[in-house]
């Protein structure tokens, strides 16, 4: 990214940023932890975010955040939605955060969420500007955080699960090449419980958005199982034939 910016900040508007991973296992948020402030031992994690530019527009300003506090770039990122509620800075260490950062800690701040999905093994996140780390962290650990952050992480999550329903989104989250047991399992990550295994599988074939690949699973413990594609063509004809639930 090559924008000429006056780094002109505006003091009133944000970005957040809750970027979905998985690996194999787990649904996973990309959280940094803030460098910490003097007197305040209370580190909670947060999402990815700052303010904004003047002279950027809201998208340009989601990526700038995440390459400067995350090191990532080139990710497709959806807006969430605007968060603007009054008790924002409730917490106390989150103002003495934004007194030890900001000229104006007490201004009031709305942010404009995103959120992306991503292939989890095809990034290396590094911390930098204020960020002390940044990790990929299970979504089911997440109890608090920083901020109203807890509130756009819930929000995140539930436009991941209804989209679920009429896309298949979960596809994003996944390297080109997966198994069924894969995909299965990232269903029941996205969806909070268990999918009946052979119910899954039929419905995936049935509606013919993956294919079976010739190649097999390679040095695994167990019996090799086959790779499978996501049917880009055959999701489009579902679509174009009024296909909008996928009943998950």
């Known amino acids: 990214m090559n924008y000429n910016y006056e780094h002109d900040l505006n003091k009133g508007i944000s970005v957040d940023c809750v970027i979905f991973g998985f690996d194999f296992e787990k649904l ?43 090191d990532l770039e080139n990710i497709y990122l959806e807006q969430l939605g605007a968060f603007g509620d009054l008790d924002r800075l409730s917490k106390p260490s989150d103002i003495a955060w934004l007194r030890s950062n900001r000229a104006q800690p007490e201004a009031r701040v709305i942010t404009v969420a995103y959120y992306a999905l991503v292939n989890l093994n095809a990034f290396d996140p590094k911390p930098s500007n204020f960020a002390e780390s940044v990790s990929w962290e299970p979504v089911e ?32 989250l996944l390297p080109k090449k997966f198994t069924l047991s894969q995909l299965h399992k990232l269903y029941e990550a996205i969806v909070g419980r268990e999918l009946d295994k052979r119910n899954f599988r039929r419905k995936m074939i049935k509606l013919e958005i993956v294919k079976k690949l010739d190649e097999k699973q390679k040095g695994v413990p167990h019996k090799p199982s086959n790779f499978y594609e996501f049917h880009v063509e055959n999701y489009k004809r579902l679509v174009n034939k009024g296909f909008d639930n996928f009943g998950f």
């Not at 948020?29 to 580190?43: C, D, F, G, M, T």
């Not at 947060?46 to 400067?68: T, W």
């Open 28 to 70: 996973k948020v990309l959280v940094i932890r803030r460098k910490p402030v003097e007197n305040i031992s209370e580190s909670l994690v947060s999402l990815p975010g700052d303010l904004i530019f003047n002279d950027e527009n809201l998208d340009q300003a989601a990526q700038r955040v995440l390459k400067e506090l995350t």
């Open 141 to 172: 650990d997440i109890k608090s955080m920083a901020f109203d952050h807890l509130e756009i992480f819930n929000k995140a999550r539930e436009e991941l699960y209804r989209k679920l329903k009429i896309q298949p989104i979960g596809f994003n």
